[in-house]
């Protein structure tokens, strides 16, 4: 068994994602780190909105690594969150590939967030964020409960081992 595979129950696709969508949110702490420091120690005359910018980029992009980290780490909850920050994406890259007229920064944004979209609807990852049983559909799973359902029947088995 893989060392990932130890670290988190999410299947490989999940965890590809949430690689994926780490980039954006480091690149956001990028962005906010180096505004902080280009405007450091000047007058806030006609800038003064730096710090309200700074400070966006900085909870903007610390949001988006955290859904990227609970996607790395098997967190269920990271994958709704993951998907919009995929379609953002997507419509960032189709916007600087189009109009803006940029597509060597515009295509592989969009491939990144189509990418990140992907991967979150396929068959393992659906299975894992519904808590579907070997044979068993996603119906069945879904009425069983899903992800909680999952949690439900751990907690009945330590209950049952303790």
Request: with cysteine.
């Amino acid at each position: 068994m893989a060392l990932a595979d130890k670290i988190s129950p999410a299947p490989r696709e999940v965890r590809i994602a949430g690689a994926i969508t780490a980039l954006p949110g480091l690149a956001l702490l990028a962005i906010g780190v180096v505004l902080a420091v280009a405007y450091l120690g000047e007058a806030p005359e006609g800038r003064n909105n730096i710090y309200a910018e700074v400070g966006y980029y900085l909870v903007l992009g610390a949001g988006v690594l955290a859904c990227a980290i609970g996607l790395l780490l098997g967190k269920t909850w990271a994958r709704s969150p993951a998907l919009v920050v995929g379609l953002v994406l997507a419509g960032i890259g189709w916007y600087a590939t189009g109009p803006s007229h940029q597509p060597g920064y515009g295509v592989p944004i969009m491939i990144a967030g189509a990418l990140v979209v992907v991967l979150l609807f396929r068959r393992p990852s659906r299975a894992w964020v519904l808590g579907q049983r070997e044979g068993e559909s996603e119906e069945e799973a879904a009425r069983r409960g899903g992800a909680e359902g999952r949690a439900a029947d751990r907690e009945h088995r330590e209950h049952d081992e303790g």
